[in-house]
């Protein structure tokens, strides 16, 4: 006689088993902390001298683009792109160098003083093109542009720096009491960042549904609070 099979029921948690740093949220605007465990992501792979250099130089250039500013949650800007690359390194286990270094200069050319010509020197030509087209466009340009549309036909490498860019920045958003800005992402979230997310990153696609959970319900307490007052 044939034993049936015993269906095995397992708790469910508040959030997904990932591969995240258990105490990301706990040390989210830590400098030391973050830095730190991007040197240890680094080190988990085997880069070549060159590449490693460039990695090297990447990070020394970011951090000099950005010395002096700060984002909303009052955090150095600096350790927003870090964490994006760290989500490359550590979540997304990725080993192109070039990806690496388009997160750490992702933002340079679009918050910074620095011309696309300045990354043109100082890194390749691969490099220079992800930042390029993660840079929104600002003036008469902005206007002619779809930017989202830019990045959605634009490579898979260029897009998952993108998502991962956008994971961080939902997930600052534990941090932050902008209703107006919580209301925008969801909405981006749901019809731009899911999609995209669903068709080249599934575990991307994952995080960002469990940061839209997160997202909703903040939204919600903080609504709730509004009408208390």
């Known amino acids: ?18 591969r995240k740093d258990p105490f990301l949220y706990d040390h989210f605007g830590e400098s030391e902390y973050i830095e730190n465990k991007f040197e240890r992501y680094l080190m988990e792979f085997t880069f070549s001298r060159k590449e490693l250099f460039q990695i090297r130089k990447a990070y020394d250039f970011s951090r000099l683009a950005h010395q002096n500013q700060f984002r909303d949650e009052a955090y150095p800007f600096f350790l927003h792109p870090i964490r994006v690359t760290n989500i490359l390194l550590h979540e997304l286990k990725t080993t192109s160098a070039d990806m690496i270094c388009g997160g750490l200069l ?12 300045e990354l043109r020197n100082n890194f390749n030509e691969t490099v220079a093109s992800y930042v390029k087209t993660m840079t929104k466009p600002t003036g008469p340009a902005a206007l002619k542009t779809d930017y989202f549309e830019s990045i959605r036909q634009a490579d898979s490498e260029i897009r998952i720096i993108k998502l991962c860019d956008r994971l961080d920045n939902c997930r600052a958003l534990r941090f932050n009491n902008n209703k107006v800005k919580l209301r925008r992402f969801l909405k981006d979230l749901k019809f731009r960042y899911l999609p995209m997310a669903k068709e080249i990153s599934p575990y991307i696609h994952q995080e960002f549904l469990t940061e839209q959970t997160v997202m909703q319900n903040r939204l919600r307490s903080l609504q709730k609070k509004s009408k208390i007052q």
Not at 1 to 18: D, L, N, Q, S
Not at 110 to 117: F, R, S
């Open 1 to 18: 006689m044939v034993k049936p099979v015993k269906k095995i029921v397992t708790k469910k948690t508040a959030e997904p088993v990932t």
């Open 106 to 117: 992702h933002d340079v050319i679009e918050h910074c003083p620095v011309t696309l010509k």
